[in-house]
């Protein structure tokens, strides 16, 4: 079983920065898929950055050149800067993430289908951003 917890959301005005933090807990294994998800309300969830345990990345169009996913390893942490942000960056951010089917296999698929599909297998709570004008 995983956990995640986010933390670091906040409200900002637009053109602000903030950074949100995902702790890990829990069994991972070699090969796997976090990422960053967002919901806004009346809008389709959407995969805004996912990363996977090789490193390779994917951003939403929608925040490419703003946003930066990244992990910190020894600290069990997924974060993801954002900067410039948006109104329509409000929404509330869930960390998530997806290990691979075993623990000696690779994940499958690639980390752009994984960030459109954004269908992970485990979640945490949730955390509201609100980008004010």
């Known amino acids: 079983q995983v956990q995640l917890v986010e933390s670091g959301g906040g409200s900002v005005e637009a053109g602000g920065s903030l950074r949100l933090s995902c702790r890990v807990s829990?069994?991972?294994?070699?090969?796997?898929?976090m990422g960053w998800v967002r919901q806004a309300p009346g809008k389709e969830r959407e995969g805004v950055a996912v990363?996977?345990?090789?490193?390779?990345?994917s951003y939403a169009d929608t925040v490419k050149g703003r946003f930066t996913i990244s992990q910190d390893n020894a600290k069990n942490t997924l974060y993801l800067q954002m900067n410039s942000l948006k109104p329509e960056d409000t929404a509330i951010y869930y960390c998530?993430?997806?290990?691979?089917?075993?623990?000696?296999?690779?994940?499958?698929?690639?980390?752009?289908?994984?960030?459109?599909?954004?269908?992970?297998?485990?979640w945490g709570q949730g955390t509201q951003v609100t980008v004010s004008s």
């Open positions: 998530a993430m997806e290990n691979s089917e075993w623990p000696w296999t690779a994940v499958s698929g690639t980390v752009q289908e994984k960030r459109s599909k954004a269908d992970f297998t485990y």
């Open positions: 829990g069994y991972t294994y070699n090969s796997y898929y």
């Open positions: 990363i996977d345990s090789d490193g390779n990345i």
